[in-house]
């Protein structure tokens, strides 16, 4: 069982930066690919970009490509969403999720608050 946590929310102004992490629980988190999503309020849930297990593959939803950067530390059983020139849409509940395969996501997160004033 993979039990996640997300942390590193907060209020940021528009056009900072903010690194969320993902820490996992067991030791077979550093085979699962990991994803990002994000709610915003009175909003349906989005993609924000993934992860493979080695790190080697990521992929951005179009609204963060350029902005947003996923990484991962194994040894620290970590994921990282490290966002750049935030902009007040990306304020939303930011959740990590973590699957066998990219796409497939069986663990999630509670969430972390961001928002982004402008």
């Known amino acids: 069982q993979v039990q996640l946590v997300e942390s590193g929310g907060g209020l940021v102004q528009a056009g900072g930066s903010l690194r969320l992490s993902c820490a996992a629980s067991?030791?077979?988190?550093?085979?699962?690919?990991v994803g990002w999503f994000r709610q915003a309020p009175g909003k349906e849930r989005e993609f924000v970009g993934t992860?493979?297990?080695?790190?080697?593959?990521?992929s951005y939803a179009d609204s963060v490509k350029g902005r947003f950067t996923i990484s991962r530390d194994n040894a620290k059983n970590t994921v990282y969403l490290q966002m750049n020139s935030l902009k007040a849409e990306d304020t939303a509940v930011y959740y990590c999720?973590?699957?066998?395969?990219?796409?497939?996501?069986?663990?999630w997160g509670q969430g972390t608050q961001v928002t982004v004033s402008s």
């Open positions: 067991g030791r077979t988190f550093s085979s699962y690919a």
């Open positions: 999720a973590a699957g066998v395969l990219v796409g497939r996501y069986d663990h």
């Open positions: 992860i493979n297990w080695s790190g080697g593959m990521t």
